[in-house]
């Protein structure tokens, strides 16, 4: 426990917002408590398993978890509570408090017994409704809070807009270098590989 909340301080908190700290601090509280005052060091694969397994379960049970939230269900908490695990580990192991991040290897569709609730998704074919989302895009971080706006990355807003604008998929947007932009002719092309398909 200690260990937790000393890396949740002393080195989590200069890589996340608030909010991440506060979820996963609640994870470690509703969740994780079994493995309080335990050796790290003496701590197995299948005890983590065993635990997203029970996280699920109470997950299940939680009716604040599936309260009218359309395609939810436990596996995104069990999803959630393995990668604050997973960030945790990798921690102690470049810390050197462990030999090695066990829990980056653990596959959750492998250990749970509830599947994932598909979301069905939904095609917005409205014009007007598009360019009202389009507009809310572009000017969204004029409607910020000065609080608000200290955790707002504007390249993120410009990289939104550009998926909303090309309908790429999020990878290739993100990977788009200079060079495959011809301006003069208002065209993106990719070179073979760079793209899927």
Not at 70 to 82: C, K, P
Request: aromatic share 14%; glycine share 2%.
């Amino acid at each position: 426990e200690k260990l937790f909340f000393d890396y949740l301080k002393n080195f989590r908190s200069k890589k996340v917002d608030k909010k991440t700290l506060k979820m996963e601090e609640y994870y470690y509280n509703n969740y994780l408590k079994s493995l309080a005052n335990r050796d790290v060091r003496l701590i197995y694969k299948s005890e983590i398993a065993k635990l997203l397994k029970r996280a699920q379960q109470k997950s299940l049970k939680n009716k604040n978890n599936t309260k009218n939230k359309e395609g939810y269900n436990s596996y995104d908490t069990v999803v959630r509570i393995r990668t604050t695990l997973n960030q945790f580990f990798k921690y102690l192991e470049a810390e050197g408090i462990l030999k090695e991040n066990f829990v980056k290897d653990i596959q959750i569709s492998n250990v749970l017994p509830v599947k994932k609730v598909k979301k069905e998704k939904k095609v917005e074919t409205d014009l007007q409704k598009l360019k009202e989302y389009y507009l809310k895009i572009r000017f969204y971080h004029k409607s910020l809070s000065v609080p608000q706006k200290k955790n707002f990355q504007i390249t993120t807003k410009y990289l939104t807009e550009f998926l909303f604008l090309t309908a790429m998929r999020n990878k290739q947007a993100r990977e788009t270098k200079w060079e495959y932009i011809n301006f003069q002719k208002g065209v993106i092309i990719y070179p073979p590989g760079a793209v899927k398909k």
